[in-house]
Antibody
């Protein structure tokens, strides 16, 4: 079974750093792009960026470029999303998802989500 | 960048009603369009890809159509379990933009 399992909920203070993870299983992890999406409380989905595990090629949404870093460790089939200095406005649910190969570029499956709460 | 605009942003319909949601791309995207369903408190789930292909296991009352800039998601007979927010997404090239979502409720 293809599965993405994300790390658990986090509560952080403004200015702190954070790295959340997304571990893939049941498929050839290096062969599929992994994407990240943000969902702020009560709001819609926002595409943040994608990474290709085989060579770490990364593409960011202009809205998130410079705000977060997406990385991967293909040796342990895990993608990461990190912040160097969190803000209260980073409070949201974050999802990872696998992107299909070539023209099959939709997102499926999705991870269970990681809730990040930033509060002083 | 291509913008994805969904309408309406919310709707309320009766059980058994036919429901139509539209998604418009600001430029042509051929059929590189997916629809996702997100039930309250749950993870988004792929419903339709390539604009009109139903994902395995999705009830046949869901259908998708369109190509180029205008796309439609139709629920032929709304059921209580269809209460959710529905999102379109373009997936041909980055950015892989989502539409703003359409919240579907039962009247």
């Amino acid at each position: 079974e293809v599965q993405l399992v994300q790390s658990g909920a986090e509560v952080k203070k403004p200015g702190e750093s954070l790295k959340i993870s997304c571990k893939g299983s049941g498929y050839s992890f290096s062969s599929y792009w992994i994407g990240w999406a943000r969902q702020m409380p009560g709001k819609g989905l926002e595409w943040m960026g994608i990474i290709y595990p085989a060579d770490s090629d990364t593409r960011y949404s202009p809205s998130f470029q410079g705000q977060v870093t997406i990385s991967v460790d293909k040796s342990i089939s895990t993608a990461y999303l990190q912040w160097s200095s969190l803000k209260a406005s980073d409070t949201a649910m974050y999802y990872c998802a696998r992107r299909g190969i070539g023209s099959a570029g939709w997102f499926d499956p999705w991870g269970q989500g990681t809730l990040v709460t930033v509060s002083s | 960048d291509i913008q994805m605009t969904q309408s309406p942003s919310s709707l309320s319909a009766s059980v058994g009603d036919r429901v139509t949601i539209t998604c418009r791309a600001s430029q042509g995207i051929a059929n590189y369009l997916a629809w996702y369903q997100q039930k309250p408190g749950k993870v988004p789930k792929l419903l339709i890809y390539a604009a009109s292909t139903l994902q395995s296991g999705v009830p046949s009352r869901f259908s998708g159509s369109g190509s180029g800039t205008d796309f439609t998601l139709t629920i032929s007979s709304l059921q209580p379990e269809d209460v959710a927010t529905y999102y379109c997404q373009k997936y041909n090239i980055v950015p892989l933009t989502f539409g703003g979502g359409t919240k579907v409720e039962i009247k």
